[in-house]
C-alpha cells in the first residue's frame, strides 16, 4: 500500500527538457475573427437602415393607396347619391305629369263656383298632397312673355302694352324646383305696329299747326 503525505502537493508531469513555464497554462490570445467585430457590427447598421428604408417607403406608397382608395370611394357615394336624386324626381314629375288633368279640372270647377262639399275637401288635399311634392303652379296676366316657361296659343295686338306681354292664362304651368313639367298655355299680346313711331309724328304736327295758329292771330294775349 502506498501512503500519502500530507502536505506535498502534486505537480503536473513537466516532459524532460520543458521549462516551468511550459507547465502554466496560457492566456488565450484573439482570433482574427474577434478583431473584425468593429466592422461586422458596422455592415449590420448599413443593412437595418437599408431595411428600414424599404419599410418606409412601402408604408409610403400604402399610405397613398389608401388615400386614393378612399377620394375614390367618397366620390362614388357622391356619384351615388345625385343619381338617387335624379331618380326619385324623374319619378315624382312622371307622377304629378299623371295628375296635371285633374289639377286642371279643379281649377275649372273652383272657377264655376262647382267646388263645393265633399268634393273640394278631396280636392283640396290632393292639391295640398302635390305641394308637399314639390309642385308648383306658374303663370299670371300681366307678365312678360317667356318662351321658355310659356307657350302661346292665341296672338294679338294691343295699344296699351309694350313688350309681347301675357293678357290671358288659359293653363297654368307648373314645375318642380327648377324642373318645368309643364308651360303655361297663354294669350299673348304685343305693341300695335307703328304706335310708337306714329304718335310722335302726331304730336309734332299738332305742335307745328298751333305754333302758325298763334302767330296769325298775334300771339298769346298778355295778362
Not at 478583431?35 to 424599404?54: R, Y
Not at 298632397?129 to 307678365?143: C, N, P
Not at 310659356?150 to 292664362?169: K, N, Q, R
Amino acid at each position: 500500500m502506498t501512503e500519502e503525505n500530507p502536505g506535498f502537493e502534486e505537480k503536473p508531469d513537466v516532459p524532460s527538457g520543458a521549462t516551468p513555464d511550459d507547465a502554466e497554462p496560457k492566456a488565450a490570445t484573439p482570433s482574427p475573427e474577434e478583431g473584425a467585430a468593429p466592422d461586422g457590427d458596422a455592415s449590420d447598421n448599413a443593412g437595418l437602415l437599408a431595411q428600414l428604408d424599404q419599410a418606409r417607403t412601402a408604408l409610403s406608397e400604402r399610405t397613398a393607396d389608401l388615400q386614393r382608395l378612399q377620394a375614390e370611394y367618397q366620390n362614388y357615394r357622391r356619384r351615388v347619391e345625385r343619381d338617387r336624386a335624379t331618380v326619385k324626381e324623374i319619378a315624382v314629375a312622371n307622377l304629378l305629369a299623371e295628375l296635371l288633368p285633374v289639377l286642371d279640372d279643379i281649377g275649372r270647377a273652383r272657377e264655376h263656383g262647382e267646388l263645393v262639399g265633399g268634393f273640394k275637401s278631396v280636392a283640396e288635399s290632393l292639391e295640398t298632397v302635390a305641394a308637399k311634392l314639390g309642385l308648383q303652379q306658374f303663370g299670371k296676366e300681366g307678365e312678360p312673355f317667356d318662351p321658355t316657361i310659356h307657350e302661346a296659343l292665341m296672338h294679338s295686338y294691343a295699344p296699351d302694352v309694350t313688350e309681347t306681354t301675357c293678357v290671358a292664362i288659359l293653363q297654368p304651368g307648373y314645375r318642380i324646383g327648377e324642373r318645368t313639367i309643364r308651360p303655361a298655355r297663354v294669350a299673348v299680346a304685343e305693341p300695335q305696329p307703328g304706335a310708337q313711331t306714329v304718335k310722335p309724328a302726331e304730336e309734332s304736327t299738332e305742335a307745328k299747326a298751333d305754333s302758325a295758329e298763334n302767330k296769325e292771330n298775334g300771339g298769346p294775349e298778355e295778362g
